[in-house]
């Protein structure tokens, strides 16, 4: 086990494929840090991880710089507006049927 510190937008979800390699850790790390799967994390609080379930997808993750980050973060308009990053620098924002609404600096 070990401890990892979520960036902003990020869900145990994204934590679990991040630094496990399968979603299905999700629910190991809710049970070490005693929290539900609907918990918003905060950015910054440590978390702790299990060991990777799947080494050569959280190595792909570490060797490309990938911090998935999938949180709804607000609602502009009655539209709920989700944040993807591909690379944990861009950032582009996204409606429910996935149309880019507004791309970096979000």
Sequence with gaps: MRT???QERQTLLDLAIEYC????????IMQLNDLSIT?????????IVPEPYARKITEF???N?????????QT???TTVGVITN???????????????VENDV
Excluded: C, R, W
Aim: proline residues 4%.
């Design 65 to 73: 710089n990938i911090q998935p980050a999938t949180a709804y973060i």
């Design 21 to 28: 390699g399968d979603v299905e850790a999700v629910f190991e």
């Design 87 to 101: 690379d944990g620098k861009d950032n582009l924002m996204t409606n429910d049927n996935n149309d880019l609404i």
């Design 39 to 47: 918990e918003e994390l905060l950015a910054g609080k440590e978390i």
């Design 4 to 6: 990892v510190i979520p």
């Design 76 to 78: 502009i308009s009655g």
């Design 61 to 63: 993750y570490q060797s």
